[in-house]
């Protein structure tokens, strides 16, 4: 009867059995897993700088994303003295023929009327509002022309100061043209009383520019022309 009652209660409460059964397979190592995620102990889950622990060693600074320190620039080089020099004849020449076109506009009355006469004795088959076109024309042709000459080299100028050592070719047409124009306002614009005056600023306009187109073949205006610019540390702002 003992023996019946027992393995009648154990077949009556299964379950019991079961889940005893669980909480005691579960129990002790399940807890104690769990105690082990959460342990303060466990490095895994210490602060980096513990508030207990005033000698603590604090954590490097984060490092920094951006760099303050600017990128090298070119520094153009400086232009040697045979350059320097021929720019400051260039720009004198610019200045005489400049000179010499004010005082021909200037004088356009007397000009104007010598130019009649001599055209008129030259042509006796025109009459005069023929001569006077023509007259008109050349007149203001050759003060056209001395201005477009002048205007064209002085481009030219600053692409030769800009380390372009191919504008003094075309420096040497432009100064073919204005050896033409220069003929050309010695014969119709130097007339008058003050024909010695233009005559003397737009000859030596020309002379002081081919000195200046001599002074740009210097051997150290070629090495100027050849060197790359130099490199250099951007300052701060």
Not at 17 to 41: C, Q
């Amino acid at each position: 009867m003992g023996d019946r009652s027992i393995g009648d209660g154990e077949s009556r409460h299964p379950e019991h059995d079961v889940e005893g059964a669980d909480d005691g397979s579960r129990g002790p190592t399940h807890h104690a897993a769990i105690e082990r995620e959460t342990d303060p102990d466990d490095p895994r889950y210490r602060p980096l700088v513990p508030d207990d622990d005033p000698d603590a060693v604090p954590p490097p600074a984060r490092p920094v994303m951006s760099d303050r320190t600017k990128p090298p620039v070119l520094r153009p080089l400086p232009p040697p003295r045979s350059i320097r020099t021929s720019r400051s004849l260039w720009l004198l020449s610019f200045v005489l023929g400049a000179v010499g076109v004010l005082l021909a506009f200037l004088s356009h009355g007397a000009v104007t009327t010598e130019l009649t006469e001599v055209i008129g004795r030259l042509s006796p088959t025109y009459d005069e509002s023929e001569v006077g076109a023509i007259v008109d024309v050349v007149y203001w042709a050759s003060l056209a022309g001395m201005g477009v000459v002048v205007a064209v080299e002085a481009a030219l100028l600053a692409f030769m100061m800009n380390r372009r050592g191919g504008a003094r070719w075309l420096l040497l047409i432009a100064l073919a043209l204005q050896a033409g124009v220069v003929l050309m306002g010695s014969a119709f614009l130097a007339v008058g009383d003050l024909a010695v005056p233009v005559q003397l600023l737009l000859v030596g306009g020309f002379v002081v520019a081919f000195a200046a187109w001599v002074c740009s073949l210097a051997p150290s205006a070629h090495r100027w022309f050849r060197m790359k610019d130099e490199a250099q540390l951007a300052t701060l702002d």
